[in-house]
């Protein structure tokens, strides 16, 4: 089975500044996605960023980007020029490749960012 | 995007009573759709998954009888909370795939009082 782990319960930002949020997973598959999810407080669900486990190269969503590190099963989220909006709970997230519209999301603990102005 | 829409967003019962939350695909068909459960600070849990035409498939520890799951059509699966108690209060979030992105609905936050 795979699991997702975000070791990370809560961390801090200053505004403008730049943060790394960490998760590993483990998976016996070579094909899979892999996602960032945001929660804000409004608690909807916000696709921030996904990963193709084929593709070497990372993804980047304007000031979001991953660093995938496939070998190690790292899956670590940047932000960018922080905002207080990004102010949230994020979850990391495993889908299998082989997916149909049955696949099912595995997720890690979430972790909580908090942006001081 | 594709949108999921839950419906109701909140909603207070008394104990003993049932409750039924919506899940609408409203731009896609949708053969399977997931239940979670939230608690304050914590991940999203998988409580079933459920399938149209055909029974949920409850995830281990979840009680059937406890939360009904229908999947009468493509678009709409319904959760139903039976003789609800105050542990039951959390907060429900479904969601559907289409294609390989999973969009979820805004939620229920449910207090059984």
């Known amino acids: 089975a795979q699991t997702v782990t975000q070791s990370q319960p809560e961390m801090s930002v200053q505004e403008a500044e730049t943060v790394t949020l960490s998760c590993t997973y483990d998976t016996s598959e070579s094909d899979y996605y892999l996602f960032w999810y945001k929660q804000p407080p409004s608690r909807q669900m916000i696709l921030v960023i996904r990963q193709e486990a084929y593709k070497q190269q990372n993804a980047t969503e304007n000031r979001f980007s991953v660093n995938f590190q496939k070998a190690a099963k790292s899956f670590s989220l940047k932000i960018s020029d922080s905002q207080l909006g990004d102010a949230a709970m994020y979850f990391c997230a495993y889908r299998r490749f082989r997916s149909g519209a049955n696949s099912k999301l595995t997720f890690g603990k979430g972790i909580t960012l908090s942006v001081r102005p | 995007g594709a949108v999921v829409s839950q419906h109701p967003s909140w909603v207070i019962c008394k104990s003993g009573t049932s409750v039924k939350i919506e899940c609408r695909s409203l731009?896609?068909?949708?053969?399977?759709m997931f239940w979670y459960r939230q608690f304050p600070k914590q991940s999203l849990m998988l409580m079933a998954t459920?399938?149209?035409?055909?029974?949920?498939?409850?995830e281990q520890g979840v009680e059937k009888d406890k939360f009904l799951i229908n999947h009468a059509s493509l678009t709409l699966s319904t959760l139903t909370v039976t003789s609800a108690h105050p542990e039951d209060s959390s907060f429900y979030i479904c969601?559907?795939?289409?294609?390989?992105?999973?969009?979820f609905g805004q939620g229920t936050r449910l207090t059984v009082v």
């Open positions: 731009d896609f068909q949708a053969t399977t």
């Open positions: 459920s399938n149209e035409g055909s029974k949920a498939t409850y």
């Open positions: 969601s559907a795939n289409k294609n390989t992105e999973a969009f």
